[in-house]
C-alpha cells in the first residue's frame, strides 16, 4: 500500500520526483526570464544625475534588494549608509576629485587624460549617497565559510552593491559607483568603528544621461571581452598541471538643482557633450554658481616681503617687492595688465612690503614682529586672524565684480609656499622646493635647507593635526599640520590675506581662479577647514614650482593651462580668466538645437 507524501507547510513542498520528472520547472517564465536579462544587459555606471529627490518607498525596495544578497555563512555582514548631509557630500567629492588626479600622475599620458575626463560630479549632484560598509569586526573563524576564505564577508558586501545596482536600473534609478577613495580617510568622514570598511561611495538618483553601452567602453578606455576569452576549462592554461570627526563646515558647494542645470544647457548647444574640455567643466563649475554667468571680475594682487630673504632664497634684492607693487598701483606692473587685458579691475593689497606702506595700496600689514620660518614663527596668531579678516571682507567686494583671481608678489616667498606645501601635505622638503624665478642649484640647496630646517622646527614643537600621519618612510617629511598653525609657524601674511579672500569670494558665491604655488597653497589653508570651498575654486595654470602639482592634487583641481609661467603677480590666473570669460561668451552665443 502507498501512502501520501507528507507535503510540508515551511520548506520545499516539490518531491525528488517532481524534481526529476522536469529539472527545469524551477525557471522563471520566458518573459520574467528575458527582462531580468535585460536589466543585467542595461546596467549602467551613471556620472551625470537629476536634483529631483528619490522617493523614500523607491529606495527602500533599491535597499531591500542588496538586503537579499547571498552572503557567505548567512553573515549579512553589509550595513547601508544613506548619506544627505551636503556637507558630508562636498567633502567627499573633494576626497574623490583629489584621488582622481593623484592617480592620473602614474599613468601614461592618454590614459591620464581619459581619466581625468570621467566626471566624478555625481558625489555632489545625486540626491543620495549610500555607502555600503563591511562589518568585520566578527571573528572570520566563526562565520561559516570565512575560516578558509577571510574576504567572503567582502565578497557578500559586492554582492549587495550589484543587487543595489540591478534593483536601481530596474526602478529606473541611476547609480554610479565611486572608489577613487583613500579607504581611512572615507571610513573616517563616516566616523566608521575599528573594523568596519566601506566598499566606495554609490551616486543614486535619476539619471541625466541613458546610455547606450557602458561609460569606459564608450571612451574607450576598455572594451567588452567575449565570453570565450574569459570561460576557462578544468584549470588555468598554462599552469601546473595544464581621522578625527572633520570640521564642521559652514559652507554649501551648490546643491544639485545648481551643478544639473548648466550642463542642461550645455546639452542644448549645437555640439558633441563637454567639446571644450577641461574648460567645459570650469564653466559648469562657474554657472552652478552663478546661473547668470560673469561679465568680469577682480584681480586681488597682495605683496609682501619675508624675513626668510636673508638667507640668500632669492635671486633678487628685496626692494623688488616695492618695486612691483608701485608698479602695480600705477597700473603697469605685469599683473595689472594681464587683468586689463582680461577685463578685469585691480586691487593692490600691501600686506607687509619693506619698511613702510605701499602709497595707494590697500593697507593690511601684521603689527607684530615676523619670524623666519627657522627660528621663530612667521606670524602671531593675532596677525593671522587680522589679516585673514581683511582678506574676508576684500573677496566679500571683489565676488560682487564676477571672477576673483588671485595673485601676490613677495622676494622670497616661493620659499614660504613650499614650507607650508610640505608642512600641509606631510612632505619632505626635496618634494617641494623648485628654482622659483632665477634662481640657480646653490639656491635651490639653500632653499631646499631652510624648508627642512623649518620642518625639523615643526617636528619638534608643532601639534600635528589628530590623526594625520605622514606618508610612510618619507624622510623629513612630518605629519599634516593644522591649517591655522601651519600659517603662523611657516606661512606669511601674504597667505593669510588671500586665504581670507579665497573664504570671502566662497561666501558670497564667487568663484575663484587661482594663479601659481602661493595661491593655490592659500587655497587649500582654507579647503582643509571648509571642504565646500573646493567647489568655489578654478585652477588658472600649473606653474613651475616643484609643490603645486602636488598642491593642485590636494585641491582637486586640473589647471586650465599649462605654459611654464615664471611670472607671479596673478598673470596666470588672468590669462585663464580671460579663456573662462571667452568660454561663457561661446556658451551663451553658440547655436541651440530643438529638446
Not at 530596474?170 to 563616516?190: H, Q, S, Y
Request: hydrophobic share 50%; charged share 25%.
Amino acid at each position: 500500500m502507498l501512502w501520501p507524501r507528507p507535503v510540508p507547510l515551511i520548506g520545499d513542498p516539490t518531491s525528488s520526483a517532481d524534481r526529476a520528472s522536469d529539472p527545469a520547472a524551477w525557471a522563471f517564465p520566458p518573459q520574467a526570464r528575458q527582462a531580468a536579462y535585460d536589466v543585467m544587459a542595461a546596467r549602467r555606471d551613471i556620472r551625470r544625475f537629476r536634483p529631483d529627490p528619490v522617493p523614500e518607498e523607491v529606495l527602500r525596495r533599491v535597499l531591500q534588494a542588496g538586503h537579499t544578497a547571498p552572503s557567505v555563512g548567512h553573515s549579512q555582514p553589509w550595513r547601508f549608509l544613506v548619506v544627505r548631509d551636503p556637507a558630508l557630500r562636498d567633502r567627499a567629492a573633494w576626497m574623490a576629485e583629489r584621488h582622481k588626479i593623484s592617480q592620473a600622475e602614474g599613468l601614461e599620458p592618454e590614459a591620464a587624460r581619459r581619466l581625468l575626463d570621467l566626471k566624478l560630479d555625481g558625489v555632489r549632484e545625486a540626491p543620495l549617497g549610500v555607502v555600503v560598509c563591511c562589518d568585520r569586526r566578527a571573528p572570520a573563524a566563526g562565520v561559516l565559510g570565512r575560516a578558509t576564505f577571510p574576504d567572503a564577508d567582502v565578497w557578500s558586501c559586492v554582492a549587495a552593491v550589484q543587487n543595489i545596482w540591478l534593483a536601481a536600473r530596474a526602478e529606473g534609478l541611476g547609480l554610479g559607483w565611486v572608489t577613487l577613495f583613500d579607504p581611512a580617510e572615507l571610513a573616517e568622514l563616516l566616523a566608521l568603528p575599528e573594523g568596519v570598511v566601506t566598499l566606495g561611495w554609490l551616486c543614486l538618483g535619476w539619471p541625466d544621461e541613458r546610455p547606450p553601452a557602458p561609460g569606459l567602453e564608450r571612451r574607450g578606455w576598455s572594451r567588452r571581452m567575449p565570453l570565450e576569452e574569459v570561460v576557462l576549462t578544468d584549470r588555468w592554461p598554462g599552469g601546473p598541471g595544464t581621522a578625527p570627526p572633520p570640521p564642521v563646515s559652514h559652507l554649501r558647494a551648490p546643491d544639485q538643482a545648481a551643478v544639473v542645470a548648466p550642463r542642461d544647457r550645455a546639452d542644448r548647444l549645437l555640439t558633441v557633450p563637454e567639446s571644450l574640455g577641461v574648460l567645459d567643466r570650469a564653466l559648469d563649475r562657474i554657472l552652478a554658481l552663478r546661473p547668470e554667468g560673469v561679465s568680469g571680475g577682480r584681480l586681488v594682487l597682495v605683496g609682501a616681503d619675508h624675513p626668510v630673504a636673508a638667507a640668500g632664497v632669492s635671486a633678487f634684492p628685496g626692494r623688488v617687492t616695492a618695486d612691483v607693487l608701485g608698479a602695480a598701483v600705477a597700473g603697469t606692473a605685469m599683473g595689472v595688465v594681464a587683468a586689463r587685458a582680461a577685463g578685469l579691475r585691480a586691487v593692490v593689497v600691501d600686506a607687509g612690503v619693506g619698511d613702510g606702506p605701499v602709497p595707494g595700496a590697500v593697507p593690511a600689514r601684521p603689527r607684530d614682529a615676523r619670524g623666519d620660518l627657522v627660528e621663530r614663527d612667521a606670524l602671531t596668531a593675532r596677525d593671522r586672524d587680522a589679516l585673514e579678516e581683511v582678506g574676508r571682507t576684500l573677496g566679500r567686494q571683489a565676488a560682487a565684480d564676477g571672477l576673483v583671481v588671485l595673485g601676490e608678489v613677495g622676494v622670497g616667498n616661493t620659499t614660504v609656499a613650499a614650507a607650508l606645501a610640505a608642512a600641509l601635505l606631510g612632505l619632505p622638503a626635496g618634494d617641494v622646493v623648485g628654482l622659483g624665478s632665477g634662481a640657480d642649484t646653490a639656491m635651490v640647496e639653500r632653499k631646499r635647507a631652510v624648508v627642512a630646517a623649518a620642518l625639523e622646527r615643526l617636528r619638534a614643537g608643532a601639534a600635528a593635526e589628530p590623526g594625520a600621519a605622514a606618508e610612510p618612510g618619507r624622510a623629513g617629511a612630518v605629519p599634516p599640520v593644522d591649517p591655522g598653525a601651519a600659517l603662523c609657524r611657516v606661512g606669511g601674511p601674504e597667505f593669510a590675506v588671500l586665504a581670507g579672500v579665497v573664504r570671502g569670494a566662497a561666501e558670497e558665491g564667487g568663484v575663484v581662479v587661482l594663479d601659481g604655488l602661493a595661491t593655490a597653497v592659500a587655497a587649500l589653508l582654507v579647503v582643509r577647514r571648509e571642504p565646500a570651498v573646493a567647489a568655489h575654486l578654478v585652477a588658472g595654470q600649473r606653474s613651475r614650482e616643484a609643490a603645486h602639482p602636488r598642491v593642485l592634487t590636494a585641491l582637486g583641481l586640473e589647471p586650465l593651462l599649462d605654459l611654464r609661467l615664471r611670472a607671479g603677480e596673478g598673470v596666470g590666473g588672468c590669462l585663464a580668466a580671460g579663456l573662462l570669460r571667452d568660454g561663457l561668451r561661446i556658451r551663451a552665443e553658440a547655436a541651440r538645437v530643438t529638446d
